[in-house]
């Protein structure tokens, strides 16, 4: 069948587009940048092209056709834009993407979510109920756009929004690599204790979730929170890391209140002059924030068997850094 994939050209759709690509789909792409790999993308069969979900044109001629729709661009932690921008990205793109999927009568919307809208979590592992505390403007963002996907279910759209928490696996740069580029350094500062709760997401238990929603009538009208089988502390995952790379690391308890001010004067210091600051809030936040998760909803209710645990996880993501000179 003929599927459209928003965001296709970033880490998870990327994953997302070659599997569906593998079981026989006809897959069209649009994403505002090449990102990664895009001749691998083409090369496999995928129709790209470069746009926005704002951009009701590029939408129009991309959707025609499509049976099955997976919404996963985002505006993501965009550096020197304004607030607004998340959310005419994230809210107003979702909802275009809807009116779009609605006029040519998809058979399935699947709008990728993520467990951020619960911020910190008091009492983990926290389910799909858990209280909503989005603690930035991206976080926010994607969940102000939950309910008009819900407005569309109500209008009989077959809708289901997942909510995936820490992705990573081969092909991402960013959340894991600076994980695995300081445990090489053979340092790992760890502000507080590292005893914070972390729940990783391998990229292929992701894709696996994403292609179990297929079907119209399975989480139909549904929110689920997609996560691997186990979570851990985060100075467990920094050992993992070493012990998967025979990378020996020294960890360095650093404490963290000092920290979370050092940060914000460094983002206020770097944000009128453009640059990137080499720390800020999020990042440290990193240190403090629970991030546990039940996934039994989905395991019952859509099947999901999350079949690559963190080991194995981690030892393909470190080949995959290895194998391209990022370590």
């Not at 690509?21 to 496999?44: M, N, Q």
């Not at 661009?73 to 809210?91: C, I, K, L, S, T």
């Not at 969940?143 to 995936?164: C, D, K, S, W």
């Not at 009128?272 to 629970?290: A, C, E, G, T």
Request: hydrophobic share 40%; proline share 6%.
């Amino acid at each position: 069948m003929k599927v459209f994939v928003t965001g296709g050209t970033g880490f998870a759709g990327h994953a997302l587009t070659l599997r569906l690509i593998e079981l026989g789909h006809d897959v069209s792409v649009l994403d505002t940048r090449p990102g990664f790999e895009l001749d691998t993308l083409k090369a496999a069969g995928a129709n790209v092209r470069i746009g926005s979900v704002t951009d009701r044109e590029a939408v129009r001629d991309m959707i025609e056709g499509a049976e099955v729709v997976y919404h996963l661009a985002a505006a993501f932690r965009e550096m020197n834009v304004p607030d607004q921008h998340y959310y005419h990205v994230n809210v107003d793109g979702t909802r275009l993407m809807l009116e779009e999927s609605e006029r040519i009568g998809v058979r399935k919307f699947v709008y990728c979510s993520t467990c951020g809208v619960h911020g910190d979590i008091e009492n983990p592992p926290a389910g799909e109920n858990a209280p909503i505390a989005a603690a930035d403007y991206y976080q926010q963002s994607k969940y102000e756009a939950e309910p008009v996907v819900e407005e569309f279910h109500q209008r009989g759209m077959n809708t289901v929004i997942l909510r995936p928490a820490a992705i990573y696996g081969p092909g991402d740069p960013d959340r894991f690599g600076m994980i695995f580029r300081q445990v090489k350094k053979g340092f790992f500062p760890m502000f507080g204790d590292g005893s914070t709760l972390y729940h990783p997401l391998y990229v292929d238990n992701l894709t696996q979730a994403f292609i179990n929603v297929m079907p119209e009538e399975v989480g139909n009208g549904g929110t689920y929170l997609i996560a691997d089988a186990e979570y851990l502390s985060i100075r467990r995952l920094v050992d993992l890391v070493s012990e998967v790379t025979n990378m020996p690391v020294r960890i360095v308890t650093l404490p963290f209140k000092p920290m979370r001010v050092i940060s914000q004067v460094v983002e206020a210091v770097c944000k009128p002059l453009r640059i990137s600051p080499p720390i800020f809030p999020r990042r440290v936040d990193w240190y403090r924030q629970n991030r546990a998760f039940d996934i039994s909803r989905a395991r019952a209710e859509i099947a999901y068997a999350p079949a690559v645990d963190i080991r194995e996880g981690l030892t393909k993501t470190a080949e995959w850094y290895f194998s391209k000179g990022m370590l």
